[in-house]
C-alpha cells in the first residue's frame, strides 16, 4: 500500500463531474489517475488496460459528483474501500 495518500487528490476526484473521465486511486504510489474514458489514442487505450487489470488489487475507483467534498467526504470513502 501507498506510503502517502494524496487526499486532495482524492478529494478532487470525488467532485469531478466530467463524464469523459474516470478516477482511480493508484495504491502503489498514494496518486490518484485520471483516465480517459472515450479517448480512442492508443495511450488512453493502454492506461485503461492497465487500470482494469489491477482493479481491485492496485487501482480504486473513486465516484465523481460529490459536490464540494470534504476531509469527512474522503475519510469515508477511504474507510469504504477498506484503506483507512
Do not use: C
Request: no cysteine; charged share 25%; proline share 6%.
Amino acid at each position: 500500500m501507498a506510503a502517502n495518500i494524496n487526499r486532495e487528490q482524492i478529494r478532487a476526484a470525488l467532485g469531478e463531474t466530467d463524464p469523459a473521465f474516470s478516477f482511480y486511486l493508484d495504491l502503489v504510489s498514494g496518486e490518484v489517475l485520471r483516465v480517459p474514458d472515450t479517448d480512442p489514442s492508443a495511450e488512453a487505450e493502454a492506461l485503461r488496460n492497465q487500470v482494469m487489470e489491477g482493479y481491485g488489487d492496485r487501482y480504486r475507483y473513486i465516484p465523481g459528483g460529490k459536490t464540494n467534498p470534504t476531509d469527512s467526504d474522503v475519510q469515508a470513502w477511504l474507510e469504504a474501500e477498506g484503506i483507512a
